[in-house]
């Protein structure tokens, strides 16, 4: 806030600030001209001259108040800043033809002159500022000591570009909320696409189960093409939204979706086992996309509520600049209307901004307790607190109190329980901010023993493949020739290999397994756990990708046992270090791999694993 009556924000930079946005977003459009479609571009040049005829018309409107009200004589800093506005009007008016006839590269020559212009009258008006501050150091009287005129002028450019600032920020608000929504679309497609592929791997592990023993053919899923062609498709609508919103998270979601797309392709044209493979590969990728969409709405909570907290502390410096003013209206025993204009002004300001913050606040809290998030119930007392202070009726009942004869004291104290109000605010959503950023640890830890559990699975995937491998003499789609000592077990008189097709299937999947290996050790030591031994399992698990690992196939399945092993018993310490040992989900296996009349007795036989486990600790 300013002291002794000055203004809070002054011209600042929001005039040339806003100018370079345009400039930014005009240079953008040229450079990534290529990777638009036609209509998509075109779109944006118009968003773009919408902005810069905006901005222009701000300008344009505060150069004539200045003018009109006379007081560009009051000191020459006026005169100047009187002539440099229509400089900048006449480079915006240009820059807005331009991007009329889609010509976003003929505009940017204009729109830097009228950001110099900008630029230039921003400092004339801050060494004014600073004048007034010295003078009222040294006790000159400040603004006073220029007359009414000169004090007329800085509320105005303060109220100008308060105007401006809050103009823009509410279309920043309505562009934000219509990339969420975007957003949300993308993730209800993608969770419906992974309930159709859940549905389609089910259907290929029948069929494959059903063609064990015979010669196996092409897929030939059709239902497995259409998915890879919507995959597709969420992958192209996903890198629109990253190059609109600016979501570079949704540019890697897109090139995660094109890979899921090429193996639901592989999965629909190998069938079997092969793929079986290929389509769980495509779900596990889809799951990923998935969850890092479901990231990036979760997100938003905490980017909303750190945009909450931001309007809160502008409140707060808002009301020490009210409360500022009236001071000096006291100390001066007068007031100008002037004066009175610009405290009342500011507090019907105060007084919008606390109803879009509580509109705000209620949606905050209604979606954080739609989605079970932590901080649902300090966001609804943070409302609570806006309606039990009546915080936007004390602001607006306070303008009748500014410059009032024989009420200086009530005013003053009605002030500092305003003042209390907006502290008790701030107070609830620290809060929120508290318990949003423990539940976001607590997510981690979920997330990473889920991912936990699905490297578990996939390598244990593996390890089957490769057994059924060496009971047959080859890949698991292939009978063994009875008559080919190659095909003999080990230990059972004779050599025995892996097929080709197999090994260059367990390597490609022992590619992803470490990539997923990789990711888990990130989230356990976002979550503030050593993943040093996982490490030690990364490195050892880059041999599956090795030709020469399968030469041995004693050594192939040797590896493999002890890596399913390893990732199982990581799994237990990370239920016991993050407290959820007791969870049922101790299964480190796929239900749907055991035969029904023995799942019962499995579960027990995991339940009572992790229970002598406990015990033992």
């Keep these: 806030g300013g002291g002794g009556g000055g203004g809070g924000g002054g011209m600042d930079d929001d005039l040339s600030g806003l100018q370079r946005q345009i400039i930014a977003a005009s240079f953008n459009l ?56 229509p400089v900048a009007v006449e480079g915006m008016n240009e820059s807005v033809d331009s991007l009329r006839a889609l010509n976003p590269q003929g505009a940017m020559a204009p729109q830097q002159r009228s950001l110099r212009q900008l630029q230039k009258a921003e400092e004339t008006y801050e060494r004014f500022v600073s004048q007034e501050q010295q003078q009222q150091g040294g006790g000159g009287g400040g603004r006073q000591g220029q007359g009414p005129n000169a004090e ?59 063609q064990q023993g015979q010669q196996q053919g092409g897929g030939g899923g059709q239902s497995a093409r259409e998915l890879a062609e919507e995959a597709e498709e969420a992958a192209r609508q996903l890198e629109r939204l990253s190059r609109e919103a600016g979501q570079r998270q949704l540019e890697e979601v897109a090139r995660e979706l094109q890979q899921v797309a090429d193996a639901m392709r592989r999965s629909a044209a190998q069938g079997g086992n092969a793929g079986v493979a290929e389509a769980q590969s495509a779900l596990r990728r889809l799951r990923d996309a998935r969850d890092q969409v479901e990231g990036v709405q979760n997100e938003r909570l905490q980017r909303d509520l750190d945009d909450a907290r931001q309007r809160v502390e502008e409140l707060a410096r808002q009301q020490e600049d009210v409360e500022n003013r009236m001071e000096a209206m006291r100390q001066a025993d007068r007031a100008s209307q002037s004066q009175e204009d610009r405290i009342n002004a500011i507090k019907t300001e105060m007084a919008e901004e606390v109803g879009d913050l509580l509109a705000k606040l209620d949606q905050l809290a209604a979606t954080a307790r739609h989605d079970g998030a932590e901080g649902a119930e300090e966001l609804e007392e943070a409302s609570a607190t806006i309606r039990d202070t009546q915080l936007r009726e004390r602001l607006l009942y306070s303008r009748g109190l500014v410059g009032r004869a024989g009420q200086e004291e009530f005013a003053e104290a009605f002030e500092n329980q305003t003042a209390q109000a907006i502290r008790s605010l701030r107070n609830r959503l620290e809060e929120a901010d508290e318990a949003i950023q423990g539940g976001a640890v607590a997510d981690t830890e979920s997330e990473a023993l889920e991912a936990a559990r699905d490297l578990a699975r996939g390598l244990e995937s593996m390890e089957r493949r490769l057994e059924t491998g060496a009971r047959t003499g080859g890949g698991g789609d292939r009978a063994a020739n009875p008559d080919d000592q190659n095909a003999e077990r080990a230990g059972g008189g004779g050599p025995w290999t892996f097929d080709p097709e197999l090994i260059r299937q ?38 599956l990708d090795r030709a020469n690992t399968y030469d041995d196939p004693e050594e192939a399945l040797r590896l493999q046992s002890e890596l399913v092993e390893g990732i199982k018993q990581l799994e237990f310490q990370l239920r016991r270090l993050f407290g959820a040992e007791d969870d049922d989900q101790l299964l480190l296996y796929q239900s749907g791999d055991v035969p029904e009349e023995y799942r019962a007795l499995v579960e027990e036989y995991y339940k009572e694993l992790a229970r002598s486990r406990g015990s033992g600790r």
């Design 30 to 85: 040229v450079r990534d001209r290529e990777s638009y479609e036609e209509d998509v571009w075109e779109e944006n040049v118009v968003s773009v001259a919408l902005n810069q005829e905006r901005l222009r018309e701000q300008v344009e409107t505060l150069g004539q108040r200045i003018v009109n009200r006379g007081i560009t004589g009051a000191d020459e800093s006026f005169q100047r800043i009187a002539e440099t506005l």
């Design 152 to 210: 007329d002028l800085a509320d105005l450019f303060e109220l100008e570009t308060e105007a401006l600032r809050n103009q823009y920020e509410t279309v920043q608000r309505s562009q934000q909320e219509s990339a969420d929504e975007a957003v949300d679309e993308a993730l209800e497609k993608l969770r419906e696409l992974a309930r159709r592929q859940e549905q389609e791997l089910e259907r290929q592990r029948r069929r494959a189960a059903a």
């Design 506 to 543: 367990m390597r490609r999947e022992g590619r992803v397994r470490l990539g997923e290996a990789r990711a888990l050790a990130e989230l356990i030591e976002r979550a503030g756990a050593d993943p040093r031994e996982l490490q030690a399992m990364i490195n050892a698990m880059r041999a």
